[in-house]
């Protein structure tokens, strides 16, 4: 028994210890493979609210293993349970449900020392919820085969020529098409090519089950349908031989165009058959009018439910006076049209001299856009940003444990916030990312592949280090801020520009020019920094060293002597650096004192 299945690991949450357990040849009372808890595995401590009634079976049998002392209060691991004895379980998800204290798929979550999940390790036809599947005719097959074949007979196909008539089997394990793979592919496929040929088997031969959904693609159209029965192998004169499962095909297609984003990103991956269950809601609901939708939901069709709740709509609210009031901005219009830009290109860029507020501007906008701070992530680029510190890439962690050092991919700021983003009951909420000094870095470093799908956000990628398909989700908007004094924005280069609105801030127009008199209205303050400040601008040459109003809007400046003391060590000092190797007298032209001769009228 040992031989035939490998130990098996659990990590607790949030790095803790590991739990090790090995699958039995056993049948459950459930019919699924006893698994085997092994002493010495660490426990959590507590369990989640929703335990006791969402898993009744492995509460209790948590409770009594508690009781018994088979869990009990671990020595090695302060916080958690230890089992003191081997524990035997009806299944695999029972065994981590009892070690996470919360609902599990143990099929899922325990896997060996290579990262392989448990579920890889069985032969069976198609485990878990209904799910839905895209085929495509790919292999060996042109479109008139998929029309006269596939939608007229009522089937989907995988070619399987390469391989011996008899070695593919209904329900083999992913660990068993792995071996037969390396053996008929190995001279032939490279190392990722050979594993989507596993991946793709696998899930044709032992994820896919009856009453599964399936799509595929035709002349620009999507076809839907059911399958309906078990595998069957179809061969031909030619010697030709493939995989075949009967499907119950819907009478419409639709229009790939047509289709809500999130689908057409999903259906834009280079696989020939891929997993499309996260958008199988939406799937569900094509073809069907909301009414419809509503009324299944009556007769309790649970996919109705979730079919119409996919369909809320994602809204930017539209800014109002009271928004305008507390931003300082000289008019509600502005701020809409800024949201505009937003909702048409989901890019954005504040651009403008320092202290004229872009971050100050892009972070209270996305959170009156968003909803909150929660669906707001800001990052700031500097020189040394790489794409790994954005997006994904390998980085140093310790082993809690071993403490040893290993290499592992980390998710950067812009892939938690997209995962966060596309999560099932997200899709309806506005998800902002803001880059603070955007032309700080080198962009197209930072975004490598990622540029593309700025400008075509219905379709995705193949990402460089994890391999995956990746697609950004139309909820997740970018604010970018560039600070035109710091970096000249002219060396954004053209394709960021066309992936981008560009929205200048700066002290020559609204809504930049009048915030610092605005501000010292509502403080009920004297106006004479605001025409300090309208003044020193007024002299300085290039717009892009222009002094903006923050310099001014803090409480410092307006205790004794605080004026004089921000315009000597924050003030001059910038523009003794736009002015270095110039003959220019600094402190006589932009000084306090000359500024204040000129805006003080003179007397009779």
């Known amino acids: 028994m040992a031989d035939e299945f490998p130990e098996f690991q659990l990590r607790l949450p949030n790095g803790g210890p590991v739990a090790h357990g090995r699958l039995l040849k056993e049948i459950g009372l459930n019919g699924s493979h006893k698994f085997r808890v092994l002493a010495g595995s660490p426990a959590r401590s507590d369990t989640s609210p929703s335990f006791p009634r969402t898993n009744p079976s492995?509460?209790?049998?948590?409770?009594?293993?508690?009781?018994?002392?088979?869990?009990?209060?671990?020595?090695?691991w302060p916080g958690f349970l230890e089992v003191t004895e081997d524990i035997d379980c009806n299944s695999a998800s029972a065994a981590a449900e009892i070690i996470l204290g919360r609902n599990s798929n143990g099929q899922v979550v325990w896997k060996t020392s290579k990262g392989h999940p448990l579920g890889d390790y069985l032969a069976q036809d198609g485990w878990g919820r209904r799910r839905t599947w895209l085929v495509r005719a790919a292999h060996a097959y042109t479109t008139?085969?998929?029309?006269?074949?596939?939608?007229?007979?009522g089937c989907v196909s995988l070619e399987a020529t390469r391989f011996d008539w008899g070695t593919l089997n209904q329900g083999m394990s992913k660990d068993a098409l792995r071996s037969l793979a390396e053996e008929v592919y190995e001279s032939t496929l490279s190392y990722s090519a050979r594993r989507r040929v596993v991946d793709e088997f696998y899930i044709f031969l032992s994820r896919m089950k009856p009453d599964d959904g399936v799509c595929t693609i035709s002349g620009g159209m999507l076809h839907i349908g059911k399958i309906t029965g078990p595998i069957a192998r179809v061969g031909s004169e030619s010697g030709n031989w493939h995989l075949q499962r009967p499907v119950e095909w819907e009478n419409t297609g639709y229009v790939l165009e047509e289709l809500p984003e999130e689908v057409q990103q999903k259906l834009s991956v280079q696989q020939d058959v891929?997993?499309?269950?996260?958008?199988?809601?939406?799937?569900?609901?094509?073809?069907?009018?909301?009414?419809?939708?509503?009324?299944?939901?009556?007769?309790?069709?649970?996919?109705a439910a979730t079919a119409l709740a996919a369909r809320r709509e994602l809204e930017l609210p539209e800014?109002?006076?009271?928004?305008?009031?507390?931003?300082?901005?000289?008019?509600?219009?502005?701020?809409?049209?800024?949201?505009?830009?937003?909702?048409?290109?989901r890019q954005l860029v504040f651009y403008g001299p320092p202290g004229t507020g872009k971050t100050y501007l892009a972070q209270k906008l996305a959170e009156f856009l968003g909803g909150g701070r929660e669906q707001v992530k800001l990052v700031q680029f500097h020189p040394s940003y790489a794409y790994e510190d954005f997006f994904e890439g390998f980085r140093p962690q310790e082993d809690p444990e071993t403490r040893q050092v290993a290499f592992r991919l980390a998710a950067g700021p812009l892939r938690e916030l997209a995962d966060l983003a596309s999560s099932e009951?997200?899709?309806?909420?506005?998800?902002?990312?803001?880059?603070?000094?955007?032309?700080?870095?080198?962009?197209?470093?930072?975004?490598?592949?990622?540029?593309?799908?700025?400008e075509y956000r219905n379709r995705s990628v193949r990402l460089t280090y994890s391999n995956d398909d990746f697609a950004l989700p139309p909820n997740l908007f970018v604010i970018g801020t560039m600070n035109t004094a710091d970096r000249s924005i002219a060396l954004v280069d053209a394709a960021m520009r066309r992936r981008f609105a560009f929205v200048e801030l700066s002290p020559r127009t609204e809504p930049t020019k009048g915030v610092l008199r605005r501000w010292l209205a509502t403080k009920e303050r004297d106006t004479e920094p605001a025409d300090l400040l309208d003044e020193l601008n007024r002299r300085i040459p290039d717009p892009d060293f222009q002094i903006g109003p923050s310099y001014l809007m803090k409480p410092g400046v307006y205790r004794e002597g605080g004026l004089e003391r921000t315009w000597r060590t924050k003030i001059l000092p910038l523009l003794e650096e736009y002015?270095?190797?110039?003959?220019?007298?600094?402190?006589?032209?932009?000084?306090?004192?000359?500024?204040?001769?000129?805006?003080?009228?003179?007397?009779?």
């Open 274 to 303: 891929a997993d499309l269950t996260s958008v199988q809601a939406m799937i569900d609901g094509l073809g069907r009018t909301d009414e419809e939708l509503a009324d299944e939901v009556k007769d309790a069709v649970e996919s």
């Open 144 to 153: 008139d085969f998929l029309q006269q074949t596939w939608l007229q007979e």
């Open 579 to 604: 002015h270095y190797g110039e003959d220019v007298r600094v402190e006589q032209r932009y000084g306090l004192t000359s500024l204040r001769e000129s805006i003080t009228p003179p007397q009779a």
């Open 425 to 454: 009951g997200n899709r309806h909420v506005p998800h902002f990312l803001i880059i603070d000094e955007m032309n700080r870095a080198n962009l197209a470093k930072v975004f490598g592949e990622l540029y593309f799908l700025l």
């Open 319 to 345: 800014p109002d006076d009271e928004l305008a009031r507390e931003l300082l901005v000289h008019d509600a219009a502005w701020l809409r049209e800024v949201r505009d830009l937003l909702w048409d290109e």
């Open 58 to 76: 492995s509460h209790r049998s948590r409770a009594a293993l508690i009781s018994d002392e088979s869990l009990a209060t671990s020595t090695r």
